[in-house]
């Protein structure tokens, strides 16, 4: 199964002032064979076909990953798990200030991005490891070295 990592550089006033704390990338994306996972602040978590969503967002980056279908099944039955929680508004902010603990119920683009990254990898983590506060950049440094 493939996983395909997205990063986004928009122009939005948001999408400006996340890039002031993460250089380059202001959002990150999940597709999944032909589905889009992505954490929006509107919206919460949503899930998206691939033909819909390629048609209304700009990518700069991406990777891809293989895995497994045991595991990739596992993984979307995660993501989808994660559809229509809220948006972590103040947990973007953790990624600069640690005393912000990550919240289970909610989450940003770059923070679903990480918890995925920890799956597809087999790294054990909780709801709310601080380790998965990364920014969209950060996150991106750290699917690099995979």
């Known amino acids: 199964m493939k996983v395909t990592f997205q990063a986004h550089r928009g122009d939005a006033l948001l999408s400006r002032a996340i890039r002031l704390l993460s250089p380059k990338y202001n959002h990150i994306s999940i597709r999944v064979e032909n589905e889009v996972f992505e954490a929006h602040i509107k919206t919460g978590v949503t899930k998206t076909p691939y033909k819909i969503w390629k048609g209304k967002t700009s990518v700069v980056a991406k990777q ?83």
């Open 64 to 146: 891809e990953l293989f895995i497994d279908d045991i595991k990739g099944l596992k993984l979307v039955k995660f993501l989808n798990e994660q559809v229509g929680k809220k948006y972590d508004t103040l947990g973007i902010f953790g990624f600069v200030w640690m005393f912000i603990e990550p919240r289970k119920d909610r989450w940003y683009c770059s923070e679903l991005s990480q918890v995925t990254l920890y799956k597809i990898l087999g790294i054990r983590s909780t709801a709310n490891d601080y380790n998965q506060k990364v920014s969209p950049y950060q996150f991106w440094r750290n699917l690099r070295t995979v």
